[in-house]
């Protein structure tokens, strides 16, 4: 399994990116997957997930401004992310659950900062 994320860029405050991952793998539809991000100096966190289809979680500091999807078809999950803010600005990390347990596969990270 690998993870291959992409999207992120300098942007300023308010505007929106979307970040995506492409998985390989032939039971992708079946994985719950996952962003989290780590800030410069602080510990990696959660900021969403998706799993079962269409069931979806969010980190309290992204509710209504992220939204998290997945197209099986192309083995992508997305980030879409909205009304960004400076203390967004991290890696974004895009995980794979691929059975039961924790999150076991991870991408490298894409870059995402944003500007006041």
């Known amino acids: 399994v690998q993870l291959v994320e992409s999207g992120g860029g300098l942007v300023q405050a308010g505007a929106s990116l979307r970040l995506s991952c492409a998985a390989s793998?032939?039971?992708?539809?079946?994985?719950?997957m996952g962003w989290f991000r780590q800030a410069p100096g602080k510990e990696r966190e959660f900021v969403a997930a998706?799993?079962?289809?269409?069931?979806?979680s969010y980190a309290d500091s992204v509710k209504g401004r992220f939204t998290i999807s997945r197209d099986n078809a192309k083995n992508t999950v997305y980030l879409q992310m909205n009304s960004l803010k400076p203390e967004d600005t991290a890696v974004y990390y895009c995980?794979?659950?691929?059975?039961?347990?924790?999150?076991?596969?991870w991408g490298q990270g894409t870059q995402v900062t944003v500007s006041s």
């Open positions: 995980a794979a659950s691929t059975g039961v347990g924790t999150y076991g596969t």
């Open positions: 998706v799993w079962g289809g269409a069931y979806t």
């Open positions: 793998g032939r039971t992708f539809s079946s994985w719950r």
